[in-house]
């Protein structure tokens, strides 16, 4: 069974930094499509940045510079570095994964709030 925890989650002031790590069970990180995905309250979920099980990566447009997604192997997790926070970051934000037998596997979320 695949299961995908994110961590990272917390409370911090607007221009600060956090890393979120989304750790992979039961099959191996390369082998999805992976990405992140969050929602704010109110809003509609809204694809962060992805990675392909190859390497490529992708940020939304108006998050390049500021949110950069990658991946650790070894230790079956995807990370997602921002820098910059602003609190229209505030949202929830999920892992998924895209596997090629068409399962889609999403973590439980973690919180981010920015504050001002």
């Known amino acids: 069974q695949v299961q995908l925890v994110e961590s990272g989650g917390e409370l911090v002031q607007a221009g600060g930094s956090l890393r979120l790590s989304c750790v992979v069970s039961?099959?191996?990180?390369?082998?999805?499509?992976m990405g992140w995905v969050r929602q704010a309250p109110g809003k509609q979920r809204e694809l962060v940045a992805g990675?392909?099980?190859?390497?490529?990566?992708a940020h939304g447009d108006s998050l390049k510079g500021r949110f950069t997604i990658s991946r650790e192997n070894t230790k079956n997790t995807v990370y997602l570095k921002m820098n910059s926070l602003k609190s229209e970051d505030t949202a929830v934000y999920y892992c998924?994964?895209?596997?090629?037998?068409?399962?889609?596997?999403w973590g439980q979320g973690t919180q981010i709030t920015v504050s001002s």
């Open positions: 039961g099959r191996t990180v390369d082998t999805a499509a």
């Open positions: 998924k994964a895209n596997y090629f037998d068409g399962k889609e596997i």
């Open positions: 990675i392909t099980s190859s390497g490529t990566t």
